[in-house]
């Protein structure tokens, strides 16, 4: 597909007349506007007629699915990476910040707690999340004469996933009722024994151990467990390795139970005809017609477009930081000075993300190195090259918050032959 603009910005049917594209740009009758999807403007009046274009949208936690259809075919479909490092990156921010406020300014006065949230406030990243929708559906349109959104949402009773027996008063009594806190839930969940020892070590202090990182994984009873101070200490200094995993993570549940709706009503103040579907009827039409599952699929079956022809070419996108705004490393050297912590900008004519020419193939620097080695891959993590000289290279697009390649649906892991609808 070659995805067309009129003169004024304005989206058209797109063509897949590759011929007649070429020769609009060579009578200088258009010109290229975006190279990946590849999308060109008029610069000649045309009376740009359009059809009905429905916008199917897969929401998810990691990976979201558009599918856009017309009656009798699919003109655009991508897969988009999230960003899942925003709760890392806040937890290390907010722990420096505390320790620099510990060593700089020990005499201040706690600070008085008479900060609220803002009506319609979500955690950044959840925030995050929704924009990063919200920004593929505004993508979407830049380049189709979208006239309807379809949106998947969902609701998760977590309660009823760890016990599907619970009913009626019970949704109100947790599994921590009766406890002070979640150590002592912590303790008489472990019968006040040491999981690893099971008590052979003698020691009689015990200590509540986070399985996961307290920074990402939280205070949840199922990142916690019971251990004797012996063997808490042995295992902080490497002599023992534990062999108790986490509990069942209902994060991404929470993220989607709260996301989506936030999503599907920003939809809803952005456009005008935005509707929305259930995943049980997306996956009963997915197999109704005997497709394999992907999020390229599931919004395909969203949109609701079940005869129109799917495109064989799949674009696959991901969201990267812009920039690391962190300006030193957290270890002090020698002498108390601290060693600088951003690359720079630009080395050797390239930014990190910047898409490029690499062995005959298209790939993005992952990796740059000042000897002016280069580390090339794809958005899958497939490795182009780990190491190629900078003089090999040739710059296609410069970088962006959103990288986006495009792979043949019949060989595209995530999509994979044989899922058009008989």
């Not at 920074?215 to 808490?232: R, S």
């Not at 000042?370 to 780990?386: E, H, M, N, P, Y």
Request: proline share 3%; glycine share 8%.
């Amino acid at each position: 597909m070659v995805y067309v603009l009129d003169t004024n910005g304005k989206p058209l049917m797109p063509t897949e007349r590759h011929g007649k594209v070429k020769h609009l740009m060579r009578d200088g009758k258009a010109k290229v506007v975006s190279r990946c999807p590849f999308t060109i403007q008029l610069t000649y009046d045309t009376p740009g007629k359009t059809q009905p274009v429905t916008l199917g949208v897969d929401a998810g936690s990691k990976t979201v699915g558009v599918s856009a259809t017309t009656a009798t075919k699919e003109l655009y479909c991508a897969e988009a990476k999230l960003r899942n490092d925003i709760v890392d990156l806040l937890s290390t921010r907010r722990s420096y910040r505390s320790a620099r406020r510990n060593r700089k300014t020990r005499y201040r006065q706690a600070r008085f707690d008479n900060r609220k949230k803002d009506k319609g406030w979500l955690a950044p990243s959840v925030q995050h999340k929704v924009d990063s929708h919200l920004k593929l559906v505004a993508e979407t349109h830049k380049i189709l004469p979208i006239t309807k959104i379809i949106v998947e949402v969902a609701a998760f009773d977590i309660q009823k996933i760890k016990n599907p027996d619970i009913s009626g008063v019970e949704y109100q009594q947790g599994e921590q009722l009766n406890f002070w806190n979640v150590r002592e839930y912590v303790l008489f969940r472990d019968g006040h024994k040491c999981r690893h020892c099971k008590g052979k070590s003698g020691d009689k202090i015990l200590n509540v151990h986070h399985i996961e990182s307290r920074k990402t994984g939280g205070d949840a009873p199922g990142n916690l467990i019971t251990l004797c101070e012996t063997c808490h200490g042995k295992h902080h200094k490497g002599g023992i390795e534990l062999k108790a995993r986490r509990g069942q993570s209902f994060r991404d549940a929470a993220f989607m139970g709260i996301m989506r709706w936030a999503f599907y009503g920003k939809l809803k103040e952005l456009y005008q005809d935005v509707s929305h579907t259930y995943g049980y009827i997306t996956k009963n039409t997915r197999i109704t017609h005997g497709m394999e599952k992907s999020h390229a699929t599931d919004a395909y079956c969203i949109a609701n477009n079940l005869g129109a022809k799917r495109n064989d070419t799949i674009y696959l996108q991901k969201f990267v930081r812009k920039s690391n705004r962190q300006l030193h490393k957290a270890t002090i050297n020698k002498g108390g000075t601290r060693k600088a912590n951003k690359a720079p900008y630009i080395v050797h004519g390239y930014r990190l993300f910047d898409k490029v020419l690499c062995k005959g193939q298209e790939g993005f620097v992952f990796g740059r190195r000042a000897s002016g080695s280069f580390d090339i891959r794809k958005l899958d993590g497939k490795k182009v090259t780990a190491s190629i000289s900078h003089k090999k290279l040739e710059l296609l697009e410069y970088a962006s918050t959103l990288l986006t390649e495009r792979n043949n649906a019949t060989s595209s892991p995530r999509l994979k032959a044989g899922v058009s609808v008989a």
